[in-house]
């Protein structure tokens, strides 16, 4: 379960309980998934990796792709859009 604290055209913060998810259906290359508190795990749509960010790391989309983000432990996640 997520629960949205901020949302701007710009940006998007949210905070996920453990086990908790978001999706992005069509995330734009450029978009940009910071986690800021807990542990997130990311997969890609058409990606065999998986990936894990720890507070203060992020990571930058190359392409259009859908992504789940999944929360491993009580989180805080920012979502920032390419302008």
Same mark, same amino acid.
């Given at each position: 379960m997520s629960l949205m604290t901020r949302n701007t055209?710009?940006?998007t913060s %949210?905070? %996920?309980?453990r086990r908790g998810f978001h999706r992005v259906s069509a995330a734009k290359p450029g978009m940009t998934v910071v986690c800021e508190q807990g542990i997130l795990w990311l997969t890609q749509s058409n990606d065999h990796r998986d990936y894990m960010l720890r507070p203060g790391e992020s990571m930058v %989309?190359? !392409?259009?792709?859908?992504? %789940?983000? !999944?929360?491993?432990s009580d989180a805080r996640v920012s979502i920032v859009y390419p302008n």
């Open positions: 055209p710009a940006n %949210l905070k %996920l309980q %989309l190359g !392409e259009r792709k859908s992504i %789940l983000i !999944e929360a491993m």
